[in-house]
């Protein structure tokens, strides 16, 4: 595709505080889209904000799970284009919470999917799926012919997500694409109970990490710019015949377990004295996964360009600089006259 393509087009993200949209939002800027983001929460510490991304880009206030709310957004700003990450995404609020996990990933979906349905200026919708999808399989890795067999909530919320996404191409030609990532990680993420940003703040705060299993897990640990590039190649490649109505899986193809991760967080910070702490009281979590890649590299010529050793290093470095900034402000903050 040119250099051109992100051009101008009105471009709309939901979830776009959120790890990935973050910098999904951050890359269209620079490649001259029109950004518009649904936001429902206001989060000041969003890499959203970091990114200086406020004042560049149109913000709709509301939620994923308001019609009204996504049918005027698509419409008024006459989208082209849609990237729909807007979910609940943690697998033990998901266990504790499967009503507001089930409103927003599987009710958000249709939503959009149906705002995007009504208005004929969308040419291209990208859905956010997940490896959890695909629930327990025997066979691995996952190839995108796999049935999607979720069991738990979240799984279940992003199998029906999926198959949701397809159905409004099947049924309506709606022109979408589906995108199932592994364990995303990179700077940004805020929630200090998944593996990697919890595992750096504990030991940036020189305490044990906690490792909730019983660290054997195995995940596919995947790095955002990785994901930003093979999701806007999807989005640009929709208007093929083999795309369109796809579902595409992206990964470094390379499997981990959870204690692997986190002993390689420790020596890459120089902490390895900090033993984690492991509980192994995770329940509702599948056990083993990792994707195939080969599909988007034979038909869309994708392939990941940092290894988890490099990934981990970038993500670690905007962290400490995250904690640093926090830190400034607290300082200030104290030092402020009443």
């Not at 492991?278 to 994707?291: N, P, R, V």
């Not at 940092?306 to 300082?331: A, N, P, S, V």
Request: proline share 4%.
């Amino acid at each position: 595709m040119s250099n051109n393509f992100w051009k101008d087009k009105n471009v709309f993200v939901t979830g776009c505080t959120g790890l990935l949209g973050s910098w999904m939002t951050e890359a269209l800027y620079r490649r001259g889209a029109n950004v518009l983001g649904l936001i429902r929460d206001l989060v000041p510490q969003s890499n959203l904000n970091k990114l200086n991304c406020w004042d560049r880009i149109n913000i709709v206030r509301g939620d994923v799970t308001d019609y009204a709310v996504l049918e005027r957004a698509v419409n008024e700003y006459e989208i082209d284009t849609v990237f729909h990450f807007a979910a609940q995404t943690i697998v033990t609020i998901a266990n504790r919470a499967p009503f507001s996990t089930f409103e927003s990933n599987i009710k958000g979906t249709w939503n959009l999917l149906e705002a995007c349905r009504r208005v004929d200026t969308v040419k291209r919708v990208v859905v956010a799926s997940s490896d959890k999808a695909y629930g327990i399989h025997a066979d691995l890795p996952y190839t995108e012919e796999a049935p999607l067999l979720g069991s738990h909530p979240y799984d279940v919320s992003k199998s029906c997500t999926d198959l949701i996404a397809r159905a409004y191409y099947q049924t309506y030609g709606l022109p979408v694409t589906v995108a199932r990532c592994g364990n995303l990680y990179g700077g940004g993420d805020l929630n200090w109970n998944r593996i990697i940003p919890g595992t750096i703040k504990s030991a940036y705060l020189d305490q044990r990490p906690i490792i909730r299993s019983d660290g054997t897990y195995i995940r596919d640990y995947f790095y955002v710019p990785d994901a930003v590039v093979g999701y806007l190649l999807l989005a640009e490649e929709t208007d093929r015949e083999d795309v369109r109505g796809q579902a595409f899986n992206f990964s470094d193809e390379r499997q981990a377990t959870v204690l692997e991760v986190v002993e390689l967080i420790l020596k890459l910070m120089n902490k390895e004295e900090l033993r984690p702490d492991i509980l192994s009281e995770a329940k509702g979590e599948i056990k083993h996964q990792y994707l195939s890649a080969e599909k988007a590299r034979r038909v869309l010529g994708w392939k990941p360009l940092y290894t988890l050793e490099k990934g981990l290093r970038e993500t670690i470095d905007w962290y400490m600089d995250f904690f640093q900034e926090e830190e400034k402000k607290r300082r200030r903050h104290e030092t402020d006259p009443v």
